[in-house]
């Protein structure tokens, strides 16, 4: 027999809702992680009784820890940066999934732990709006390297300085951004993003190759239909 199910206001939902919520967080997964079947299906091996909150719930959830996340997270960079004060900064934007298509700019922070790990947090998510020239991008990453204590102003040489690079995509606004970052903002080096490269140039490829594209766009629609 199928077992009755927690009411939602069940200790216990709220205790897990809460572990889930940070897990998303700490573990820098994309909030649907929640909605995975193979994720959904090992909260319920573990409790048949508790039933795994939706992206919708889980994004209110973790709004809601937004202030804890983001002091956790500072935290983390001040203790790492005493044993390696580099931290690898990379920007990009793109379009969410949320029902408006919201368009936005992330930040993510790279660096090592206090015992060597490599750590990637996102520091912020930033909703676009009109034009993205490169003051606007700069003064946004200023902003938010300032929040977590990134930017050092008026050091002297008795102080240890913080090291940051920024890396991105190759679009003009963001090159250029880069640029006036590594000036203004004191960023040690700045680049483009490999990975954004080839995938630029695997998408030439294939455009010019007809068979190839037709078989991706088969597989494509076979693994979709099933996930």
């Known amino acids: 027999t199928r077992a009755e199910p927690y009411q939602q206001n069940h200790p216990l939902v709220k205790k897990i809702d809460d572990k889930v919520a940070k897990y998303?967080?700490?573990?820098?997964?994309?909030?649907?992680?929640?909605?995975?079947?193979?994720?959904?299906?090992?909260?319920?091996?573990?409790?048949?009784?508790?039933?795994?909150?939706?992206?919708?719930?889980?994004?209110r959830d973790i709004d809601a820890k937004k202030v804890e996340a983001?002091?956790?997270?500072?935290?983390d960079l001040k203790h790492a940066m005493?044993?390696?004060?580099?931290?690898?900064?990379?920007?990009?934007?793109?379009?969410?999934?949320?029902?408006l298509k919201t368009k936005k700019n992330t930040l993510?922070?790279?660096?090592?732990?206090?015992?060597?790990k490599l750590k990637s947090d996102t520091l912020k998510v930033m909703p676009t709006k009109g034009k993205q020239d490169n003051k606007l991008i700069t003064k946004e990453w200023k902003q938010n390297c300032k929040e977590y204590d990134l930017i050092q102003?008026?050091?002297?040489?008795?102080q240890q300085k913080n090291h940051l690079s920024m890396t991105t995509h190759t679009a003009a606004n963001v090159k250029t951004a880069r640029?006036?970052?590594?000036?203004?903002?004191?960023?040690?080096n700045e680049s483009d993003c490999l990975d954004h490269q080839l995938h630029?140039?695997?998408?030439?490829?294939?455009?010019?190759?007809?068979?190839?594209?037709?078989?991706?766009?088969?597989?494509?629609?076979?693994?979709?239909?099933f996930s």
């Open 153 to 158: 102003e008026g050091i002297d040489n008795t």
């Open 179 to 188: 640029t006036k970052a590594k000036s203004d903002l004191q960023f040690d």
């Open 24 to 59: 998303v967080i700490r573990a820098n997964v994309p909030f649907n992680t929640v909605e995975n079947a193979s994720f959904r299906d090992l909260l319920h091996t573990m409790d048949n009784k508790y039933v795994a909150p939706s992206r919708t719930k889980i994004t």
């Open 70 to 75: 983001v002091e956790g997270i500072k935290t």
């Open 82 to 99: 005493k044993v390696n004060p580099s931290v690898s900064l990379t920007s990009d934007g793109g379009q969410g999934r949320d029902l």
């Open 200 to 225: 630029l140039l695997v998408e030439e490829s294939v455009a010019e190759n007809g068979i190839l594209e037709n078989a991706i766009n088969k597989a494509h629609n076979i693994a979709t239909h």
């Open 108 to 116: 993510t922070a790279h660096y090592l732990s206090e015992d060597w």
